[in-house]
């Protein structure tokens, strides 16, 4: 298993500044994942961060709204840019198992308030 | 990727079995169906996943049928703690998970 801490947990932010969240893994994983839950909603992919190349953007996100860092392989950011209220959501980091077989370990997710 | 169904919401009384079923018939034949689950506040948790055989562990017994089009989630005695939402996912090429709706399950006393 994987241990993930996001930081911060919450914030509350004002339209129009950014704010970066960070996960952080207990072991070396390749692949890690961002995904977004809107509030009531279920979880959608934002991107793939992998180590050693740049950031995967599913379809509707782009990396000027969520430029990502992957510096290493226990590390990685995330960056909500430019906030609106449509922005209010938890961000969840995620991570893939060592084996590989769709196992994914969740940290407890970021909730960001837009006022 | 496959494309998953499953009922918005579910009751089940507290110590019997709750029965979550998930339709996925666009599921090619090489993709596992997994399950996760989601307590209020905090994040989705591993549960169980499969191919083709049923599987049991010490959480869950996932049934899938032979063509594979559908799956069912048993919790064989469910508690007030499995109180969560219930996702059937599959997986992508880039190994992350598709999440659809999902089914809140209400355990009652």
């Known amino acids: 298993s994987a241990v993930i801490s996001q930081k911060p947990s919450r914030d509350i932010c004002q339209r129009g500044t950014s704010l970066t969240i960070q996960c952080q893994v207990d072991?070396?994983?390749?692949?890690m994942f961002w995904y977004r839950q809107q509030p009531g909603q279920s979880l959608t992919l934002i991107a793939t961060a992998n180590q050693g190349s740049e950031a995967t953007y599913e379809s509707g996100f782009v990396i000027d709204k969520f430029p990502i860092s992957r510096p290493n392989l226990t590390f990685s950011t995330l960056t909500v840019s430019n906030m609106s209220p449509e922005d209010s959501s938890i961000y969840l980091c995620?991570?893939?198992?060592?084996?590989?077989?769709?196992?994914?370990?969740f940290g407890e997710g970021s909730r960001l308030t837009v006022l | 990727d496959a494309k998953t169904t499953q009922p918005p919401s579910m009751d089940c009384a507290e110590g019997r079995a709750a029965n979550l079923p998930c339709n996925h018939s666009t599921i090619s034949g090489n993709e596992y169906v997994y399950w996760y689950r989601q307590i209020h506040s905090q994040g989705p948790q591993y549960i169980i996943h499969g191919l083709k055989n049923n599987e049991t562990n010490e959480m869950a017994s996932l049934i899938i049928t032979e063509d594979r089009k559908s799956s069912t989630l048993i919790l064989p005695h469910a508690t007030l703690r499995d109180t969560a939402v219930y996702y059937c996912v599959s997986i992508n090429s880039g190994y992350a998970l598709n999440f659809g709706k999902g089914t809140s399950l209400l355990v009652t006393p």
């Open positions: 072991s070396q994983v390749t692949m």
């Open positions: 995620s991570v893939a198992g060592r084996t590989n077989t769709g196992e994914l370990f």
